[in-house]
């Protein structure tokens, strides 16, 4: 079965930075896009930052843009989500996402709190 296991996120101050990793199993790795959303208090999820399959093309919101990074190991079955220069409104639980034959798939969720 389709499976998401996220690692990272934490406590971090204005400025800093943090890495999220996801590795996937159960199904062709190399053949999905993946997907970085984030949920803040009150808000609804959105989708932050995306990456094409194979040839790896990169999408993002506007207001991580510059400052974060999408990437992806298709030897490691990983998709990594490196954010830099972090601010308060980054705060959110990141969840890493594909969709494998029309279905969704979801991380289990990362608390990514930025605070001084």
């Known amino acids: 079965q389709v499976q998401l296991v996220q690692s990272g996120g934490g406590l971090v101050q204005p400025g800093g930075s943090l890495r999220l990793s996801c590795t996937a199993s159960g199904f062709t790795f190399s053949s999905y896009a993946m997907r970085w959303y984030r949920q803040a208090p009150g808000k609804e999820r959105e989708l932050v930052a995306a990456i094409t399959d194979a040839i790896g093309t990169t999408n993002y919101i506007d207001s991580v843009k510059g400052r974060f990074t999408i990437s992806r190991d298709n030897a490691k079955n990983a998709v990594y989500l490196q954010m830099n220069s972090l601010k308060f409104e980054d705060t959110a639980v990141y969840y890493c996402?594909?969709?494998?034959?029309?279905?969704?798939?979801w991380g289990q969720g990362t608390q990514v709190t930025v605070s001084s």
């Open positions: 996402n594909t969709r494998v034959w029309n279905t969704a798939y």
